[in-house]
């Protein structure tokens, strides 16, 4: 048996694997105490190798883990285990958006993480529709019923809200002012990608790509197909599991 | 090791007209970084012992004899680039410094004049004069700047105001006339030496100064040079601090204590000893430079298990990879000769600058390093978008390669570490 356990800024992910086999997938908000709450999900498992990844990764081997990789190596691995001719992932999480690339044989070859800014993450989102009276899974498909988009300049979170705020008292539909937000972050991934001459099809993993607003207007701006596997805020956990068996033999 | 401190010097700094209460502070901060990043490693070469006293006595033991200097009359010149020639200050028994500031501490104080976003390195440097933290700056009788980058030509003009500041024009293009101005530049700066110094430089002078720096740049070369045995005879991070005690050190003195260093490392290598296990992967720093306390990069490196093998930078082998042929006595052949050496220091400032990507290649080959991380000061334009053309060459060479963009603050720490370690793992393979 093998653990990966991923230690994001906004939540904490664990998969398990049984040879070949994910047998489990857990996720906790981080809470003030990550290593303590991690140790909460893989204490009813007996005994084995973990290995640990995401923001907490180093605390997480002071404490218990076996081994670290980075996020970018646990979802480059997640990304092939759902599907193995990726080359291309982007992965949004909570408070960063990073792409990566990979050769045919699935190492990394080049890799960007977006910079010390909210804009482009989760947490973008999460403020949005807050300020809107949304909840994150309302979000996106309000945005998806809108067929056209407010005007917002602004993709820094503090201005984007009053923004929000004004156009809001202003009357303009909040489907409309939720697709703009939308359109805002998806501009800004896009442009990650493209710098990254990515050409094969895409894999999006992370939270936020359960948004089904992010993933409409990305394929739309990228004029290609964008694969999101079934599980993609567990891709990283995932990864840190697969590697686990990998470095154990 | 617990009881290493940078010794205090509160009289002196008070007659150097310092902060000093404030600067007192910046003393034990720096003391507590240095005892945490370098005396924490494993396995130091012994000869270390000399690079770690010049820290310790960084705010009194080298100040006092500046200080001495200036009471014999001999000028001691500040300058911020390696195009300014040390061996024109030392022929008229001067003492250049180098005044780079690496630090975040006085950026504030630089703020508060100066634009935000301009270079950490030219606002660190004016904040240490503006703010009086900092005794080398206020113990220079002037300084001499260039027109390198925007940044600092026009920083040149404001810091005029707060300590005498000279120009040295250094041009944009390598050509003929260029190269003529350049001359023209040089006997410039030798006259104003001359003149502030009231001595004439003659060409016995100027060859025995310019034979001193050879002697540092030679030595500075050998330490180069056995970095790049596996297993690493010493870390990336003293090596870096060595040649960033080059710009403020006695220079024969230096160059005797890093011959003596080197003289270990021979024995190191030949027993096949290291600071860091052979398995360490070796990476190699290329860009701008990283003034003293800049230690951030090869901190999250060193520490994330890799070991650094050379710094492409001006704070590295720009600073020494060329010598100044000697052997004339004539002094417009000295000053020539000398002309055509720093004509050969391949800034980013120039355009072209095709001779830094080919520098850049043979240094990663020369080094036996693995991979390559640029290091670019934030708002450094020359070097942020000669970047391009150092990534193009790596990729088409199939070089690992990172580039990272930063300042001097802690804000991007924990995202530079990932960035760092998961090209140590691509790195890896
Ligand atoms: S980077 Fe250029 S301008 Fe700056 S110190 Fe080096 S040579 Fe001078
Ligand atoms: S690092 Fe770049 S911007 Fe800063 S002083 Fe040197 S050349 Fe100028």
């Known amino acids: 048996m093998n653990i990966g356990i991923d230690l994001g800024s906004r939540a904490l992910k664990m998969a398990v694997f049984e040879g070949d086999e994910l047998v489990e997938c857990r996720m906790v908000e981080s809470g003030f105490n990550p290593h303590q709450q991690a140790e909460e999900l893989f204490k009813s498992f007996p005994p084995c190798r973990i290995m640990a990844t995401g923001y907490g990764r180093h605390l997480a081997h002071k404490n218990f883990a076996n081994g670290v990789i980075t996020e970018i190596k646990a979802h480059a691995l997640g990304a092939r285990y759902f599907f193995p001719e990726a080359m291309t992932i982007l992965d949004v999480g909570g408070q960063d958006s990073k792409v990566i690339t990979l050769n045919r044989e699935g190492k990394v070859v080049n890799f960007q993480m977006n910079d010390k800014c909210a804009a482009g993450t989760g947490r973008f989102l999460e403020i949005m529709a807050a300020s809107l009276g949304f909840t994150l899974a309302e979000f996106g498909p309000i945005a998806l019923s809108s067929g056209h988009e407010a005007p917002i300049n602004s993709m820094c979170t503090v201005f984007a809200e009053s923004e929000v705020i004004s156009l809001k008292n202003h009357g303009v539909p909040a489907a409309d002012i939720a697709r703009a937000l939308h359109l805002a972050v998806v501009s800004r991934l896009a442009g990650m990608i493209r710098r990254q001459e990515a050409n094969a099809a895409l894999v999006f993993t992370g939270g936020v790509a359960r948004n089904p607003a992010i993933i409409s207007l990305l394929q739309e701006h990228l004029g290609s197909e964008v694969l999101v596997p079934s599980l993609p805020e567990h891709a990283g956990a995932i990864g840190a599991a697969l590697h686990a068996q990998m470095s154990s033999t | ?429």
């Open chain 2, 1 to 429: 090791m617990q009881d290493f401190e940078i010794k205090p010097y509160p009289e002196l700094w008070h007659e150097l007209d310092m902060d000093v209460e404030r600067f007192d502070k910046a003393r034990q901060m720096l003391g507590g970084a240095y005892s945490k990043i370098f005396l924490s490693q494993n396995n130091r070469p012994q000869a270390m012992a000399y690079f770690d006293e010049m820290i310790a006595e960084i705010f009194g033991g080298r100040i006092k004899e500046l200080v001495q200097a200036k009471k014999e009359g001999r000028p001691v010149v500040g300058t911020f680039c390696v195009y300014i020639p040390e061996e024109i200050v030392l022929a008229a028994d001067g003492i250049c410094v180098g005044l780079c500031g690496g630090s975040p501490g006085s950026i504030p104080d630089a703020e508060k004049i100066l634009p935000r976003n301009i270079c950490p390195m030219v606002k660190s440097a004016f904040g240490f004069k503006a703010g009086r933290i900092c005794p080398y700056f206020q113990a220079v009788d002037f300084v001499y700047g260039e027109t390198t980058c925007d940044a600092k030509k026009k920083t040149w003009e404001i810091l005029d105001r707060l300590v005498p500041t000279y120009v040295m024009e250094i041009p944009q293009m390598k050509k003929e006339r260029d190269r003529a101005l350049w001359i023209e530049e040089v006997k410039d700066f030798k006259a104003k030496i001359e003149e502030i110094s009231g001595k004439t430089i003659s060409p016995e002078q100027l060859a025995a100064a310019t034979k001193v720096i050879n002697g540092k740049r030679r030595a500075l070369q050998r330490l180069t040079k056995l970095r790049a045995a596996n297993p690493a005879p010493i870390s990336g991070k003293d090596a870096l601090l060595i040649e960033q005690i080059a710009f403020y050190d006695e220079p024969v003195r230096f160059a005797a204590k890093v011959n003596e260093l080197c003289d270990e490392l021979e024995v190191r290598v030949a027993k096949s000893e290291g600071a860091f296990p052979k398995s360490a992967l070796r990476v190699m720093v290329s860009g701008t430079p990283m003034a003293l306390p800049n230690w951030k990069i090869h901190n999250l490196v060193e520490s994330a298990g890799a070991v650094i093998v050379n710094e492409e930078s001006c704070i590295g082998t720009r600073y020494f990879k060329d010598l100044i042929a000697e052997g004339t006595e004539d002094l417009d052949q000295q000053l020539a000769a000398l002309t055509d050496r720093y004509m050969r220091i391949d800034c980013s400032c120039f355009t072209p600058n095709d001779e830094r990507v080919t520098q850049v290649l043979k240094e990663y080959k020369d080094s036996a390093a693995q991979g390559i991380i640029h290091y670019s000061l934030q708002f450094c334009h020359t070097y942020n978008i000669e970047e391009i053309k150092i990534r193009e060459a790596c990729q088409q060479e199939g070089i690992p390669y990172l580039s990272i963009e930063s300042d001097y603050s802690p804000d991007d720490v924990g995202q530079l570490q990932t960035r760092i370690e998961a090209f140590l793992e691509q790195v890896e393979g």
